[in-house]
Every structure is written in C-alpha cells, then in structure tokens.
C-alpha cells in the first residue's frame, strides 16, 4: 500500500468551502502578497531595520509594519527576524540610532505626529515626541539631533477658517500657502530649532552622513504640477557654518540626490528631454557635484539606452541600474579622479533580475531582490568585495523568504517577447502563457498595457490589483504586456518618439505583437481582449475605436476621452498635453483658430466607432485622468448603443485605487466582464443567494452522487463512496464517511433505522479494516484508511471547525466553557434520541481541489490500524485552547483514501 506522508505533510491543506483550490490564484491572494520595502542596515552593518506591508481590513486600507533583522543571528541557516510592530495601525520610516542601540520610527498612531523609538534590549515602543504640525523625513545631523521635515503652525487666517467650519477651496491660492520646512530635533533637550527660513515649500531635504552639508528643494508655484513653470529652487546648506547658496541653476527637475562617504560630493539625476520649458518627459542623466569646487560633471554611462537615475552611492562610486528594455543590467561605477571606469556586476543566474534595495554605509554589504515576471521574488544579501580593482559580490544568501503559501500554487510560465513594431523598430514585452498550455494549439490573448506611458513592463514580478496575469493565465489564455513607443528603460528617442504623434506608434507595435502571436499559432484571432489603466486605458480606447472588429471585450480603467478637457482638468495636464500634442487646445494651428490635435486625438469625437464591450472604472477624486472623462466615456457608449457598457464609480478614491474593498470589487467585476465575453461564460451570481446558507449546502450536496436518496455511487450494481480527487497526482478521498447503506452493502447482517440510510456507520477498527478489503476486491483499486502523517495534518484542521458541526459545542447552543462542559453531562444522559446526523449536514471544506464533508465533527474516524481516529465524535467538546490529540475508540466512523498512482 503506497504511503503519502510527505505530501499530506506539507500540502494538505483544509480551508472552507469559500476559499479556493490550492492552485488557483485569487484577487485576495494578489492583493496579500508580501514584500520587503523601506530597507536599511545598522551602522555596524549587524542589523537591517525593513518594512513589510499589511491588509488592515478593519479600517479598509493598506499598512505596514516594522521588522526587524540581526545578521549575526542565525535560525535555520537565515538570520533571525524579529517583528517590532503589529495591530491596526501602519509603522515605517525605521531608522536605526548612530550608536545603533535603538530603533526610530513613525507612526500613524496618534494622527501621525509623534516620534517613537525601541530599545534594541527589548521593551515596548516609547514615545519620544509629539510634533503637532506633523513630522517627515526624518535624519540624523548628529548622534542626538535629528533633521525632520514640517510647519510653522496654522495662521490666525486658517485658524479662523476651521472655526467657522468654511470648507471653500481657493483655487492654487498662493497667498494662503502651507510651507513646509527642515527643523532640528535634539533627542536629549527636546528643542526644536527652524533650521531653513524659505518662502517657498520643501519638496527634499537631504543631509550628509556627517551632519555638515544639506541640499533642499524648494516648489515656487502652486500651479508648478500642472505647467511645471517656474522651475524649482535648489540650495545647498552649509550647516555648520549657517549659511546656503542656491546651485544647479543650469539643471532642471532634479532628485536622487546622495551624498558620498568622504563628503567631498554628491551625485544627483536630472532630467533631459527635447521639450524642457514643458520639463517633458525623458530621462535622467546622473551627475556628480564637487563640493570644494562647486563643480558639476556628468557621469558618462555610456549606454544606448540613456539612464532613468536608478542608482545607489557604493564605497568610491555608484550602483548603477542601467536600463536594458524589460531588464535591467547592474554596473559599477568607479570614480577614478574626474573621471568613472564601468565595471559590469555578475549575478549569474539572476543577471539581468538583481533589484539593489539597500548598501550599507561603508558599502561593504548589499541587500538586493530577485524575481521574474513568473517568479516570486527572493530576498538576499552579500558582500562587496574590491579585489585587483573589481567589485565583486560575494557570499550572496537568502536572508528571509516570503509568500510560501503563493508559491505552493505554482506561476505560469512567462518570458520577454520581441516584434517589430511602429517604423520596424524591434519593441518588446511580457508575455505570459495560459497555465496549462499545449503547443500547437491556439488560445485567447489579454492585451494588459501599462500606464506611462512612460511606465515599462519588466522582467520581473509585478502582480497588483490593476495588472493580475497569473490569474487571467490560469484561465487559459495568453497575456502580453506590450512596452510601446513611449515606455521608458528604451533611452530617449523611444520614449519621446510618441510626441506630437501620439496613438499611432503605440497602437501600431501593438497590432504588430497580436499579428506575430497569431501567426505563431499562439493566438485565436477572434478571441481578443484589451485591458490597462490610465494610460493603458487611453490605449485601450483608442485600439477599440480604430479597430471595432478586433476585440472581443476591453476594460478602460481611468483614462482619457478627451483631451479638450483634459488640458485644464488634469493635475498636470499643461506640461502633459503641451509635450505630446503641440501647444495649447485655443491654439490658432493651420489656418484655424484652434488646435484640431485636441479634437482629432480624442477618442470622444469617434465613439460612435466602438462596438466592443466596454468596462470602465474610475476614481471620484481623481485628478491625473479627471474623473469626469469616466463619465464622458460612459454617456458616449451609453448613447451610441452599439456596445454593452459598466461603468464603475469610486467614491473617494484617487487616481490609484487604495481601499481594499475597492481594489477587490474592481479585479472580480474585470474578471467577470472578461469571462462574459472573451470565454462567453455567463455569470450565474445571483444577488439574492448567500454562500454558506441552508440553501448553499442542500444545492452543493445535491452534487454529490446519490441512488433514490441513498448517497454513494454504484459500482457493479452495489453501492460504494464516492471519493474525489484532491491532489491529481497521488490520492482521491472520500467525499463522505462510509455511510450506514454503504456499509450494508457489504455485510448485510449490518442493521439500522431505515430513516437512518445516509448516517455515517460506526463500527469497530475490524470492520473497517475488513470493509476495505472487500472494496478493494470489487474495484480492484487501492483503498486504505488514512495514515498517522496524513490524520496529524486533519486533526489540527478539525479543531478549528469543530466547534461549527456536530459536537458537543454545536448541541449546547452557544460557546461553551470546560466548566459549562461538566455541568451539561447531566443533560447529555437524560437525552435518548438521535446524536449523529446524516453525512453533509454541515458546509464542506476543502482538501486541496476535494470537497469533503463532516471533518470537524459528526463520528470521528479511523486510521492507521490500531483504532486510533482523528476529528470528533457528536459528544466530544472542541476546546480551543487545547492541542488536538487524537484518540482510540471502541467503535468510529471512517473515511475511505484512494491512491491514484
């Protein structure tokens, strides 16, 4: 008899009736994923401090709590890791103490004002500090003084306003303007000191490691968003002398900025583009200021695909992350003089997938990611060697793993796609292929285009409420994510390739992707859909109105109609609409005294075109891609007739979904609206059926196989179990225990209340183990009762719903005590009807892909040989504070196992 103890070990999973198979991704399974973000390491590089995020369903939104990691510690082969923070609220920005003795950390407990702080010795959290106008961006200038980011405190004028609850918004009102400021903080004095005086608001205070040098960026304008005039202020502050001096006046829009161990410098991004007045997309180029000198140089990268500013200060240079299409490729930078050497890092395996998230501050440790579009990612961390002049990472090892209940479920398989596009330039993309794909045979494709359009698809996982292909591929069909002409990580003249050509390139790379799947025989021509946000929603559009015989179904969330609007309405929709389309909407533009690009790019004007289903989304409060183009976009279709159209409403929300229930509402509503007419699988939700009602359990047990009444399954005339299939390569299981007829059928000497056909038989370990020796006789399979690691796994399953079927909990009505337990025996013997009920009385749970019924309670029962049972009879009492042990019994129920293999 084959033994599976291993698997039931490690897989058996139990879960309500509810949840999903084991394999099958879900939208709560994406939205859950965890990851490491917000990573630092100590000063004596033992500890890395790090975030996680977090589901509060509670107040319906995401958190995250602080972690905790000590390097020198080791459990397993990882370094330990130590959860610092839980409960309701969200935890982050951790920063470790210069003397690394304590750990520092926000909140928004307490409305997000206070400063708090553990002692790395153990304790609970202390409250260091209440900053009543906020507190951001918090670093140290020395061992006992922070530098902190916030305001001055409300003027009589907003004082005032609030008293008389006058909520009237004055549009980008310069005179009343909240101006954010860098403060000090002493830790020992409790004093905080104004350490900036600027007119305008901090948009970046960054200081160096020794506390001396600070650079700030000031926003000059209200309107800055949304026409990008004027440009920032940039100063550099001398904090030990008191004095500041504006700089990089010859450089636009620039970030990133990191100082370098020797404070000799810092390096910094700025943005390069054809359009700078309009400060238009493109990328951004890594410069190096010399602080002695007051000196800038520009890093020669040389690289074909320009830089997008991804860099880390490492030792005597940078980590550079060059862009590389859908990959990325990591390189050293080694300053040498007024001059930098390129090294590119090796990773092996993982090159071309390496996400640094953290150096330590003598850049001899990195702390790095590594994932696939198909791969969850991995964690780890290695040294930084210099050996003859090479950077070398060393002694890399998975320092935590995350997600192991998602990678049980296994991905599809994915992989970067090349075509042809737009002027025959070669355009890539993710394509992800249907779970169980067979070569040769042709399957629906999903057209998911991201956002940007300066957004890129990479290599890499990116599962998220807005883009979900595993689940789209675990329903059968193909999905690309095309990077068109306009995607970043391509160098400059890819990206700026769309201006004042915008649709045309994009749809036609596209178009020419679906052609090659299609010709590759990957792909039914007839079986196309369309999906994306924001931009990948204008995209969508525009693809239906050009091609209305294409697509099958499009999903449109968040995107523009028309652009006539758009230019006034969007939050940055001046510099936006002037980059791409050329001037403003009252433009006079050949011979007209308007600007026709508005009219003749926007897809409101032609919708009457569009004859494909269409879902909409869209967020009330969004500013990015106005919420009322939802609306436009809606009217049109709604009018028109000539296509299905939803359109879903957001209340509150921005242009990104953030609440959870609304993130969940918006993938099941796409993946019904997909289903419906890519698949042509209608749905058969009914809003006045609840799942898990009377009515649920009678309709799933009507499923089951059943004789005039009599559940079992006929085999050569005599009536048997049914089992199912709960893992397809090892076991079926029995969808029931043995029932009392199911019995009979084998000793007719068996005898019990005619009403009493479906009740589970209780019988000694003897019979059972004769009944399956007569079963396997007539089937000619291989039936067994369970064995010890398989009843182990079902038992500490059944404890947790024992409670909810039919035991002593489920008689007495309420939650019942030990104590209560003692004084309720008295009734238990005055009763002398019928304890056990008939199999299926109670919701099933799931055994991998089995539905199976009655584990928590009803007869407990049998397995291995010696009498022993898992579960609980009727009169046993589930307490849930106790370990589950299994027990031998006189006379049990039992539940049949089928080895398929």
Request: with cysteine; net charge negative.
């Amino acid at each position: 008899m084959k033994s599976i103890t291993i698997l039931f070990s490690i897989t058996f999973l139990i879960t309500p009736y509810a949840v999903s198979a084991q394999d099958s991704w879900m939208p709560e399974d994406i939205l859950g994923t965890e990851s490491v973000s917000g990573l630092i390491f100590s000063p004596d590089h033992t500890m890395m401090a790090w975030t996680k995020r977090k589901m509060i369903k509670k107040k319906d939104r995401y958190g995250s709590d602080v972690y905790l990691t000590r390097l020198s510690v080791l459990e397993n082969g990882k370094p330990v890791t130590i959860q610092m923070t839980q409960g309701e609220e969200s935890n982050y920005s951790p920063l470790f103490s210069r003397d690394g003795k304590f750990l520092y950390f926000l909140s928004s407990r307490e409305e997000g004002n206070k400063l708090w702080r553990f002692n790395l010795l153990g304790g609970e959290p202390e409250e260091i500090q209440t900053f009543k106008e906020g507190i951001s961006s918090i670093s140290w200038i020395d061992s006992s003084t922070l530098a902190l980011v916030s305001q001055d405190g409300k003027t009589l004028y907003e004082t005032q306003i609030e008293e008389k609850k006058d909520n009237v918004v004055v549009v980008e009102d310069s005179v009343h303007w909240d101006i954010d400021r860098v403060y000090s903080f002493d830790l020992k004095t409790k004093i905080q000191k104004r350490l900036t005086t600027n007119q305008y608001p901090v948009s970046n205070a960054t200081i160096s490691q020794d506390g001396r040098w600070m650079i700030t960026s000031l926003i000059r304008s209200r309107h800055y968003g949304s026409d990008q005039h004027p440009d920032p202020w940039y100063f550099l502050h001398d904090l030990s002398a008191g004095t500041s001096e504006r700089i990089l006046t010859d450089h636009q829009v620039n970030g990133n900025f990191q100082f370098t161990p020797d404070h000799q410098g810092f390096y910094f991004t700025s943005l390069r583009s054809s359009d700078m007045e309009w400060n238009g997309s493109g990328v951004r180029d890594i410069y190096y200021f010399d602080l002695s000198g007051r000196q800038v140089t520009q890093v020669p990268l040389d690289w074909s695909n320009d830089s997008e500013g991804d860099f880390a200060v490492a030792g005597p240079g940078i980590l550079v992350s060059l862009p590389n299409g859908a990959t990325n490729k990591l390189a050293y930078y080694r300053k040498q003089g007024t001059s930098w050497v390129r090294q590119m890092l090796d990773f092996g395996s993982m090159n071309d997938h390496v996400d640094v998230q953290a150096l330590s501050e003598d850049g001899t440790k990195m702390a790095y990611s590594y994932s696939t579009a198909s791969k969850l990612p991995e964690y780890y961390l290695a040294d930084l060697l210099e050996t003859n002049g090479q950077l070398l990472n060393s002694k890399p090892m998975e320092w935590i793993r995350l997600n192991d209940g998602l990678r049980k479920k296994g991905t599809t398989q994915s992989e970067v796609m090349t075509w042809k596009g737009y002027n025959d330039d070669v355009v890539d993309g993710i394509l992800y292929y249907p779970r169980d794909y067979q070569l040769g045979r042709a399957y629906p494709l999903m057209v998911a285009i991201h956002g940007g359009p300066t957004g890129v698809d990479m290599d890499a996982w990116r599962e998220r409420w807005s883009y979900y292909p595993q689940i789209l591929a675990q329903k059968g069909a193909f999905i690309l994510m095309p990077n068109y002409h306009g995607s970043s990580n391509h160098g400059l003249a890819f990206i700026e390739s769309i201006k004042r050509n915008y649709y045309t390139p994009e749809l036609a790379d596209i178009t020419r992707g679906i052609d090659m799947l299609v010709s590759e025989g990957k792909v039914h021509r007839d079986s196309l859909g369309a999906m994306g946000w924001s931009n990948g929603a204008i995209l969508t559009t525009m693809l239906t109105v050009r091609y209305p015989d294409m697509f099958r179904v499009a999903c449109a969330g968040a995107g523009d109609v028309n652009w006539t609007s758009d230019f006034g309405t969007c939050s940055f929709g001046v510099s936006f609409d002037e980059s791409y389309f050329g001037g403003a909407p009252w433009d006079d533009v050949d011979g007209k005294w308007y600007n026709e690009t508005y009219i003749a790019q926007s897809p409101l004007f032609e919708i009457e075109k569009i004859r494909t289903p269409t879902l909409i989304f869209h967020g009330s409060e969004d500013r990015s891609v106005p919420r009322d183009q939802g609306w436009e976009y809606y009217r049109g279709l709604q009018q028109v007739g000539k296509a299905p159209v939803r359109f879903l409403w957001f209340p509150g929300q921005p242009h990104g979904l953030q609440k959870i229930t609304h993130q969940l509402r918006k993938m099941n509503e796409e993946i019904t609206w997909i289903e419906t007419y890519l698949w042509g699988k209608k749905s058969d939700k009914n809003e006045a059926f609840k799942e898990g009602s009377p009515l649920d359990l009678a309709l799933k047990k009507q499923k089951a196989d059943q004789q005039d009444g009599v559940i079992g399954t006929m085999l050569d005339k005599t009536l048997v179990p049914e089992v199912v299939t709960a893992f397809s390569d090892s076991i079926a299981i029995g969808r029931f225990e043995v029932t009392n007829a199911q019995f009979q059928a084998f000793d007719s000497k068996y005898q019990f209340p005619a009403s009493q056909a479906n009740f589970p038989a209780v019988v000694t370990i003897s019979q059972a183990k004769y009944y399956l020796l007569w079963l396997i006789k007539l089937s000619g399979k291989s039936y067994r009762l369970p064995v010890e690691e398989e009843a182990k796994a079902l038992q500490k399953k059944a404890i947790a719903i024992g409670a909810k079927e039919n035991t002593l909990n489920y008689w007495a009505g309420y939650d019942i005590t030990p104590a209560d337990m003692q004084r309720l025996q008295s009734k238990l013997e005055s009763y002398s009807g019928t304890w056990y009920k008939e199999v299926g009385s109670f919701p099933a749970v799931k055994i991998g892909k089995a539905e199976i019924y009655d584990l928590g309670g009803n007869a407990a029962e049998y397995f291995g040989r010696t009498g022993m049972t898992y579960g609980f009879d009727v009169k046993d009492y589930v307490d849930p504070n106790e370990p589950a042990v299994p027990v031998k019994r006189e006379k049990a129920g039992f539940r049949v196992v089928l080895d398929l293999k």
